[in-house]
């Protein structure tokens, strides 16, 4: 009782101003509240007012069960739908995952050991004949005390 009386109330008049219509809703609103809480004082204890929410109100049960929502597609009949729910799903990381494994092994086994050594043999013998004319030519110099001739 004693903070009502040390509040300042205004009067009638100035909360009818236009200037004083948000003040006038404030104090509506706070009143409000004032007679809700005296009227359900016995029965609204501290710990309610001060706990937060620890139920979450789920409208539909779709989540609760893991269901799918929305549009659905069987046997290839609509394979944007279904290329979509394999994106949603992780299917399509798996089987994505299931391609690369497999073309690793079929890398593995495409050419054998055996062949890609002689292969590269061939190719290093090839390379040396390539440039074989230009290292002879560069390991025999003629010495410096002859002379050249043009």
Do not use: W
């Amino acid at each position: 009782m004693s903070s009502k009386m040390n509040k300042v109330q205004l009067s009638k008049g100035i909360l009818q101003m236009k200037f004083m219509s948000r003040t006038k809703e404030k104090l509506d609103k706070e009143a409000d509240e004032e007679r809700g809480r005296a009227l359900y004082a016995s029965e609204i204890t501290d710990k309610m007012l001060t706990e937060t929410v620890k139920y979450v109100m789920e409208p539909s049960y779709v989540p609760c069960e893991n269901l799918i929502e929305g549009r659905i597609s069987y046997g290839g009949m609509n394979p944007d739908i279904e290329r979509i729910l394999d994106i949603e799903s992780g299917a399509d990381i798996v089987k994505r995952e299931q391609q690369e494994a497999a073309k690793q092994a079929q890398m593995q086994t495409d050419v054998p050991d055996a062949e890609m050594a002689r292969f590269y043999t061939s190719v290093v013998h090839t390379m040396n004949k390539k440039y074989d004319s230009h290292k002879k030519r560069l390991q025999h110099p003629l010495p410096l005390n002859i002379k050249r001739t043009k």
